[in-house]
């Protein structure tokens, strides 16, 4: 009976000092008749070595894994979070090997893109067959839907450059469609705005040369204007991508003949074929496309190429096979 009792209270003390321990206020517990004369203090540091006990078990388990818990920690430890990767702010053409350089973009991908719903254009353009136009369209726009979750893309000058040129060719492709795209022309001229603080002075002529040629693009001429001729032209004209750049904007100033000067030093500069097929697929020179003068050069860098192909061929050695 006494063992019973002494049980019986130690229970009812260990829950009332568990409550106190825990924050919990303190409740009287009724005992049954009889039990009442023993006090909760003759069992108090016998509930305490409990409590003790098991807190220190308690904090064991948490802060010391098991045998099998480090080893799968060994085998797969956590991976860290890493930045996105440095893309250059080039207006390079995607890889893309024996694809159709060009293909119908569906009416739903501009419908999307000027209701500002990118995901779903990029859902509805990732559905239709693969060209290098619908390539270089959709990695654009995967690029300016990482930017919304690329919390670094502020704080690096090539990021920055090269969310600008992402929201600008999205602009251009709206425009070339009638639709005006002005949240990614705001875009696009945020972005380089910021650039020009972010990047060295000896790069500022790149986002300068970007930002007038969208502000020409929107018909803010006077301004582009201005700007353009703060410009070091001629420290632009020595790198391909300042050459493209250049070429973008007198694009967009409806200029053919320096379009084609600045396209041509390109072509010196780097692949030719890689400029011809920027001009295909970009919307950069929508304005002039159609202009004569334009399309007499292209005819004839067409048929240097090919000439240049020929020669390649027919000077290659011959194999002869054994028989």
């Known amino acids: 009976m006494n063992k019973i009792f002494s049980v019986c209270v130690s229970a009812a003390t260990l829950l009332l000092i568990t409550s106190q321990s825990m924050g919990a ?6 005992l049954p008749f009889g039990m009442a004369t023993r006090s909760a203090v003759q069992h108090k540091s016998t509930a305490n ?7 220190i078990v308690k904090k064991i388990r948490i802060e ?3 045998h099998a818990a480090k080893s799968r920690h060994e085998k797969n430890p956590p991976q860290k979070n890493r930045r996105a990767e440095r893309v250059p702010a080039t207006r390079s053409v995607p890889v893309a090997a024996n694809l159709p350089l060009t293909s119908q973009v569906p009416g739903a991908v501009v419908t999307f893109l000027a209701g500002n719903d990118v995901s779903s254009a990029l859902l509805r353009l990732q559905a239709e067959p693969v060209s290098v136009k619908n390539a270089f369209l959709i990695r654009e726009m995967q690029y300016v839907l990482a930017l919304k979750k690329d919390s670094t893309t502020d704080k690096n000058p090539d990021h920055l450059l090269r969310a600008g040129v992402a929201n600008h060719n999205v602009f251009l492709f709206l425009r070339a469609y009638d639709e005006s795209g002005r949240k990614f022309a705001n875009e696009a001229t945020r972005y380089y705005q910021k650039a020009l603080t972010a990047l060295p002075s000896r790069r500022e002529d790149e986002a ?5 040629a969208l502000e020409m693009a929107t018909g803010h001429t006077g301004s582009a204007a201005s700007r353009f001729k703060k410009i070091d032209v001629k420290s632009l004209e020595g790198s391909f991508t300042g050459a493209t750049y250049l070429a973008s904007y007198y694009a967009a100033a409806n200029d053919t003949t320096l379009t084609v000067q600045a396209l041509q030093r390109a072509r010196e500069l780097d692949n ?13 020179f929508f304005n002039i496309r159609t202009s004569n003068e334009f399309q007499a050069v292209l005819t004839d860098w067409r048929g240097h190429e090919k000439a240049a192909a ?3 061929r027919n000077s290659a050695p011959v194999k002869h096979h054994k028989r």
């Open 25 to 30: 206020p303190a409740k009287k517990i009724a």
């Open 49 to 55: 070595k409990i409590i003790k006990k098991s807190a």
């Open 64 to 66: 010391k894994p098991t």
């Open 208 to 212: 300068q040369v970007l930002l007038a």
């Open 272 to 284: 030719a074929h890689q400029i011809e097929k920027w001009i295909a697929i970009s919307d950069d």
């Open 310 to 312: 020929t020669a390649t």
